[in-house]
């Protein structure tokens, strides 16, 4: 079963920037060839994907809200993901979620579907002030 822990988070100032990390742990394949994505709910709103990294061929997609603004990264050989926020906004307040997708992907593919993924994090929450 895989574990997924996320780092990271706090309060900023609008126009500040935050860093996230997710650990992954507890899979039996290997780490290409995978999703792993950031979701995140703001109070009364449902959950939204993010930004989500192929591990293999290392094809991203990100949410129109925060393109320009965010970037989804890895590292493989510390099995982490890693969400860079810059210029953050008010509207960016939400609990942020690390999500995986452990079954085998494929080159160029990538989603942002609640429903594609499987493992779950804790969630770690942001808060931005105007």
């Known amino acids: 079963e895989v574990q997924l822990v996320e780092f990271g988070g706090g309060s900023v100032q609008a126009g500040g920037s935050l860093s996230l990390s997710c650990v992954a742990s507890?899979?039996?394949t290997n780490w290409n060839w995978k999703l792993m994505a950031w979701f995140r709910q703001a109070p009364g709103k449902?959950?939204?994907?993010?930004?989500?990294?192929?591990?293999?061929?290392?094809?991203?997609d990100y949410t129109a809200s925060v393109k320009g603004r965010f970037t989804i990264s890895q590292d493989k050989a510390k099995n982490t993901v890693y969400l860079q926020m810059n210029s953050l906004k008010p509207e960016d307040t939400a609990m942020y979620y690390c999500?995986?997708?452990?079954?085998?992907?494929?080159?160029?593919?990538?989603?942002?579907?609640?429903?594609?993924?499987?493992?779950w994090g804790q969630g770690t929450q942001v808060t931005v002030s105007s």
């Open positions: 449902e959950r939204e994907g993010v930004a989500v990294i192929n591990t293999g061929g290392g094809a991203t």
């Open positions: 507890g899979y039996t």
């Open positions: 999500a995986a997708d452990f079954t085998q992907s494929w080159a160029g593919h990538v989603s942002l579907r609640e429903e594609d993924f499987k493992s």
